[in-house]
């Protein structure tokens, strides 16, 4: 159960200056914020409709209530689904990057 087995995980970049060709992106592991934005995208109905069409997480201002309500549904439903994830202090981007002798329970194996 190797990530280089599992159909979740690609290689790093293959710079030899760089040390991502080392390791490989784990896909199962997600950032959080790409949690919210799937939120954001199965919100629907009379309350948030056209309003989300096209917004992001930032578009809610600090303190609001749509903010509090989008927190509170990540937080109460999705994350608790979550195996696991990954996040960074500014909540912009951040990955799993693994060798590709680690394993995991998530493992499943590539096709073919």
Sequence with gaps: MRCDTCKHWEPGPSDPCYW???FG??????????VRAKVLEEIGGPKWG?????????????GSQQRY??????ENNTL???PAYVTDASDYDATLWTKPDFGCVLHEPKDG
């Design 25 to 34: 992106r784990c896909g199962r592991i997600v950032h959080q914020e790409a």
């Design 69 to 74: 309500e989008l927190r509170k549904k990540v």
């Design 50 to 62: 056209p309003m989300l069409k096209g917004t992001t997480w930032a578009d809610f201002p600090e």
């Design 20 to 22: 991502s060709h080392l």
């Design 80 to 82: 608790r689904e979550m």
